[in-house]
C-alpha cells in the first residue's frame, strides 16, 4: 500500500492550497479517508475526515475553510484549503483507514505567511 500526498507550498494568508492523497495497492473505495496535521512542538490533530460513505467532518479550526473530498474512481482524496492562515502552517498526512488496516502516507508541508 503507498499513499503519496502532494500540493503543500509556501502561501500568503487568505491563500489557497489543495492536497492530493493518491493511493495505490488498496481498495480505496472501502476506506475512509482522514486528513492530519503536526505543526512544530504540537500533537497530531485531525483536520478533516470522509467516510467512505461520503459523510465529512471536520476539526473546530478548520470548518467552513477546508473541504474533504474523494475520488474513488482515481483512487485519490483531496483536501481543498482556503482562506490559510499562519497557524494552519504544519506537516499534512493522509491516512486511510477501514477494519483491513490503518494506512498512513508521508507527509506534506504546508507553510502559511502572515
Known amino acids: 500500500v503507498q499513499l503519496q500526498a502532494s500540493g503543500g507550498g509556501l502561501v500568503q494568508a487568505g491563500g489557497s492550497l489543495r492536497l492530493s492523497c493518491a493511493a495505490s495497492?488498496?481498495?480505496?473505495?472501502?476506506?475512509?479517508v482522514r486528513w492530519h496535521r503536526q505543526a512544530p512542538g504540537k500533537e497530531r490533530e485531525r483536520v478533516a475526515a470522509?467516510?467512505?460513505?461520503?459523510?465529512?467532518n471536520y476539526a473546530d479550526s478548520v470548518k467552513g475553510r477546508f473541504t474533504i473530498s474523494r475520488d474513488n474512481a482515481e483512487n485519490t482524496a483531496y483536501l481543498q484549503m482556503s482562506n490559510l492562515k499562519p497557524e494552519d502552517t504544519a506537516v499534512y498526512y493522509c491516512?486511510?483507514?477501514?477494519?483491513?488496516?490503518?494506512?498512513w502516507g508521508k507527509g506534506t508541508q504546508v507553510t502559511v505567511s502572515s
Open positions: 491516512n486511510l483507514f477501514s477494519g483491513f488496516g490503518d494506512y
Open positions: 495497492g488498496i481498495i480505496f473505495s472501502i476506506n475512509d
Open positions: 470522509i467516510t467512505r460513505s461520503g459523510i465529512r
